[in-house]
């Protein structure tokens, strides 16, 4: 035991060595810019460019249309799965994988051949329709995850009685999803929603091919023609990555522990 | 309990009176789920279908196997060899060493803190990915990076010089290990927590050593979670892009990055060979989750 507990601190010191040595090198070297001195010259530059402000903008409203439409999709699925169709349920857990073994690029590649100006369906005929389909593909990309978090969210509760008593109640259906099984899986959804978040902000790929003007293409961008201002996005991207995990770490306190019933 | 809940369960699906269920089961029982099968179909699976196609027909939209065939050509076999070492490579170092942690924090005696602070670290660090952690790798492997130029003041080691290059093969490698082991470590340590400490007991109890404890229960136990997030770290590996392409931009000719280029520009001037080559990526992501379940299934009815 005593030789178990000195190789786990061995395999612990250098993992952690791994994870630590980049992070602290990318905070030396985005301080690096003015000579001779440490300094936040590069991190002001960044955040006073106004292409940071406008692309970040865009990708946190991107973000949050992908949450929302996520909800929308998920949320009536996950539930009705529960409640009346559980025999589906295999293929629903089998289409929501389909994103994690079909590269993003290829999903988006499908896009831009199937909705290009001429197809029937012309999203990418105009501004607005590009944005939407931005904002579907950042849903397929973020479906596993939403769909995990609120299919979690919706075991810890005894989905059919609270159905039951909100429809003896007279509630019709929207009223039972939106004010009775919503508010239950709230903090489920928002874990998703955060999680979500942080996939779709940095994101490159999809915002890159449909040419929008989101953060990750101007990171990229940043990438190719600076030295210093890279490092400093990304400790910023890694401030953000963390705080949008510690919310759903936080969250998860207020969670309900156990299942009322094994559904 | 479990007699409750099944008794529950068949009465659940009795519970609606007859008459209701006869004249609305079709639009009730389908409504909820619609919008999600609607928005699959559309923008999931059609899509894919849709290049899939594609890689088999040519420009007048005729049957045919020569963009398949086309795939052969030096370069593009090229891009898949190294895509398939890259994401094999950074798996396996992702999987054994994220491995290796998670034995270490669940069962090496270690302070409980350093349990859940790594836990919480591996599910920032796995979601660290895409153009920023190129950055970070560029300020600390990179020509000007500190671990470069540490080693080189401090140890006299100059890792350029001995053939090194973040630009590289093994570059590439090193930078996709920092988002596969915490996924790793984050996926495996349920599996991990769910070894009984009974069964170390039970075996103990039986004679067996440290070493045929490991092989006889716990490999097998946690084999099927090791092998399929193995999988799902590869094909996680296979179809990025933005680490690969802030970090090398197109000097590393990965497949995505291949299939970038020709979405952007045709540099292949055959767009069915474009379909070819998404073809090819999901037939590769596709059979490495095929392997996944097989070897699920068969593990499964060995562990019976």
Same mark, same amino acid.
């Given at each position: 035991m005593k030789g178990g507990r000195f190789w786990a601190w061995v395999v612990f010191i250098l993992g952690a060595a791994y994870f630590f040595i980049p992070l602290i090198a990318t905070v030396e070297f985005s301080m690096r810019?003015?000579?001779g001195a440490y300094s936040f010259d590069a991190y002001q530059i960044v955040l006073g460019d106004p292409r940071f402000q406008a692309t970040f903008m865009y990708s946190v409203i991107a973000a949050i249309f992908t949450i929302i439409l996520g909800v929308l999709i998920v949320v009536p699925a996950a539930y009705w799965i529960r409640l009346r =169709? +559980?025999?589906i349920r295999p293929i629903v857990e089998f289409i929501t994988l389909l994103p994690l073994v079909i590269p993003a690029i290829v999903i988006v590649f499908g896009y831009i051949r199937m909705y290009g !100006?001429? !197809?029937? =369906? +012309?999203? =990418?005929?105009s501004d607005t329709g590009t944005n939407a389909l931005l904002v579907i593909g950042y849903a397929t990309l973020a479906l596993p995850y939403m769909y995990r978090a609120v299919d979690t969210g919706l075991r810890t509760i005894d989905v059919r009685t609270l159905t039951e008593a909100a429809q003896i109640l007279g509630a019709g259906w929207g009223t039972i999803i939106t004010r009775v099984i919503l508010p239950n899986v709230l903090i489920a959804v928002l874990s998703g929603a955060f999680l979500t978040f942080a996939i779709v902000i940095g994101e490159f790929t999809m915002a890159s091919l449909l040419n929008r003007p989101a953060f990750g293409p101007y990171l990229q961008n940043i990438g190719a023609n600076r030295a210093y201002e890279p490092a400093a996005l990304a400790i910023i991207a890694f401030v953000i990555t963390w705080g949008c995990m510690s919310l759903i770490q936080i969250l998860s306190r207020f969670a309900p522990r156990s299942a009322n019933r094994p559904n | 309990m479990t007699d409750l809940s099944l008794s529950n369960q068949t009465m659940a699906g009795k519970a609606a009176p007859p008459a209701e269920v006869r004249s609305l089961r079709l639009p009730t029982q389908w409504l909820g789920v619609a919008p999600f099968f609607i928005f699959a179909i559309m923008f999931l699976i059609l899509p894919t279908l849709y290049l899939m196609l594609g890689a088999f027909q040519n420009d007048a939209g005729e049957f045919t196997l020569e963009n398949i065939a086309a795939l052969a050509q030096p370069s593009i076999v090229a891009a898949y060899w190294i895509s398939i070492k890259v994401s094999l490579a950074s798996a396996l170092i992702g999987a054994f060493a994220g491995l290796a942690i998670a034995i270490a924090i669940v069962r090496g005696g270690l302070p409980n803190w350093i349990r859940s602070a790594t836990l919480t670290f591996s599910g920032v660090a796995s979601n660290f990915a895409g153009v920023p952690l190129a950055f970070a790798f560029l300020a600390t492997?990179?020509?000007?990076g500190l671990a470069t130029v540490i080693l080189n003041t401090?140890?006299?080691?100059n890792i350029y010089a001995h053939g090194?290059?973040?630009?590289s093969f093994w570059g590439l490698t090193l930078t996709y290990v920092y988002f596969q082991i915490p996924l790793m470590v984050v996926i495996i340590t349920p599996a991990i927590d769910g070894l009984k400490k009974e069964w170390g007991e039970a075996a103990a109890t039986l004679g067996a050593t440290t070493a045929q404890y490991w092989r006889m229960v716990v490999i097998p136990v946690i084999w099927p979670s090791f092998l399929g997030t193995v999988i799902l770290l590869f094909a996680n590996a296979f179809g990025a892009i933005a680490t690969a392409y802030a970090l090398t931009g197109s000097s590393l000719n990965i497949v995505p990055i291949l299939l970038y280029a020709q979405i952007r520009g045709d540099v292949l001037h055959n767009a069915h060979l474009g379909y070819a080559i998404a073809f090819g990526m999901i037939v590769i992501t596709g059979l490495a989750n095929v392997f996944y379940i097989w070897f699920r299934t068969r593990s499964e009815r060995w562990l019976k």
């Open positions: 810019m003015r000579r =169709l +559980p025999q !100006s001429n !197809s029937p =369906l +012309p999203f =990418l005929g | 492997l990179g020509r000007l401090v140890f006299g080691l090194f290059n973040i630009l």
